[in-house]
Every structure is written in structure tokens, then in C-alpha cells.
């Protein structure tokens, strides 16, 4: 299953390379502003057939076509372009992420950036990696200088108000980042370069990898009540660890 998810990563982002600044088509989904292009369509049809040619009882979870075989004890979480909006302008912050499901555990994920050549891979109880080289996060654990990123959703959810925790650490004086691509986000931190993440709204796809790789690397994954992580919810806080509770003190507003 690792050798088909590494297949599946690498074809899918050789062809989003390969379209990257060319004229495709572009479509808007739930919202003026959520694209989706004939490229992430393509990338998705390319990524379930290998799946499928190898596995055909697994079930898929896909960002453009949705689920199929929604009982199967494994399913392919997908989203052949995550950071579709960045992809459109020809921004290289986006790529492909790909988690693995048996049951409820996540036991595969993987991330592809084909445009600056980053594979991040990670595997349940294996470690993450980042091109073939172990990976962790930060040693932060003063979070008063932690580097910090987010994102904003298309929804805001009711009764709540994302840009409120944005603005309490802005004027705290932390730097924030506003990438445009959830899972590279979640890379980001497993890697080290950023020490936490939050965001409002995420979908399976968006995270499924990246919450793997986080945890592999040595971080935290949780909700923003302090919960055990889950791809099915829409609250995400993931960090070193170190900055875990602080961060989520302040997304809570305590």
C-alpha cells in the first residue's frame, strides 16, 4: 500500500506540474471564491484508478467526486490538489495529499509539492519523512516567539469568528503566516518550520496526511477543545506540543 501511495503521489504531481502556469479551465464550486480546475479533476481520476487497479475493495474519499464504497475497513483520502486557489495564480504553494484509513486509524499519509520537489511521507508507528530524510518538529517552548500559521475558511462557522484568535496574536506581536494550503501547513510543522497550526472548517482531505505526518514527527494533533484528533471534525490545532496549550488558550479566548 506505501509503494501505491507513493505511485499515486508522484504521477498525480508530475501532472500538476506539468499543467502548472498553463491555460486550463477553471470552475467555482460552493462560494465565488473555492475553484476547482480541470487539473485537480484529471489528478483525481489518475489517483483512484491506481488505487483502484491494486485495490479495487478499497473504498475513496475524494475532494471532487466524492466518496465510493463508503463501508470499506480501508479508504483513500484525497485531494489531488490541495491549494487549488494558489495552483490558479500560479502560486507553487499547494500539492498533492493522499491519507489511508484501516477503519478509523490513519496508517499511510503522504504530501507532494512536485514545484518545489518536497515528498513528505508518513507512516503509523514508522516515523515521518520529508524526500527520504526523518523528520520532527520544532523544540519551541516559549510561546511568546512561536511561528505561527493559519488559515481562513469559505464558511465561517456560526457563532464563531476565526479572524478574532488572528488578531489577539497579531497584536501580541507573533508571527502568523497565511499559506493557502492546509496540508502544507501541517507538513510545515511536522517538518519544523512553522510551531502550530489552527484553522476553522478543514475537510478530510485537507488534513488526513498532514495529521499523520504531524503526529509521526512528534506534535500534537487536536480539536479546540484539547480532544484527540479526528479527520471528521472541523476544528484543527496541530503543534510541537510544547505550544499546544498556550495556542489553543488562545483560539478558545480564555
Not at 501541517?186 to 517538518?191: R, T
Request: hydrophobic residues 40%; negative net charge.
Amino acid at each position: 500500500m506505501k509503494e501505491t501511495l507513493l505511485e499515486a503521489l508522484q504521477e498525480a504531481g508530475s501532472l500538476i506540474k506539468e499543467k502548472f502556469n498553463t491555460v486550463f479551465t477553471i470552475q467555482h464550486k460552493d462560494g465565488i471564491n473555492n475553484l476547482v480546475t480541470e487539473v485537480d479533476q484529471a489528478a483525481e481520476r489518475l489517483i483512484a484508478r491506481i488505487i483502484q487497479d491494486r485495490y479495487p475493495g478499497h473504498g475513496l474519499v475524494g475532494e471532487e467526486y466524492g466518496t465510493v464504497s463508503e463501508q470499506a475497513h480501508y479508504k483513500w483520502i484525497i485531494d489531488p490538489i490541495d491549494g487549488t486557489v494558489n495552483y490558479a495564480h500560479g502560486i507553487p504553494l499547494c500539492g498533492v495529499s493522499i491519507g489511508l484509513l484501516e477503519g478509523e486509524e490513519l496508517i499511510l499519509g503522504g504530501v507532494y509539492n512536485p514545484m518545489m520537489d518536497e515528498l513528505f511521507i508518513a507512516e503509523k508507528g514508522g516515523g515521518a519523512f520529508l524526500n527520504g530524510k526523518a523528520i520532527t518538529v520544532s523544540s519551541k517552548q516559549t510561546f511568546d516567539n512561536a511561528f505561527l500559521v493559519t488559515g481562513f475558511p469559505y464558511h465561517f462557522p456560526e457563532h464563531k469568528d476565526p479572524l478574532s484568535t488572528f488578531h489577539r496574536l497579531v497584536r501580541k506581536g507573533l508571527p502568523v503566516r497565511r499559506l493557502g494550503s492546509a496540508a502544507l501547513d501541517l507538513c510545515w510543522v511536522a517538518c519544523g518550520r512553522f510551531d502550530g497550526f489552527w484553522e476553522f472548517n478543514l475537510n478530510p482531505w485537507d488534513i488526513a496526511a498532514g495529521y499523520l505526518l504531524v503526529q509521526e514527527a512528534g506534535g500534537k494533533v487536536s480539536d479546540f477543545s484539547g480532544n484527540p484528533y479526528s479527520i471528521w471534525d472541523k476544528e484543527t490545532l496541530a503543534t510541537n506540543g510544547h505550544i499546544h496549550e498556550p495556542l489553543r488558550q488562545e483560539i478558545i479566548g480564555a
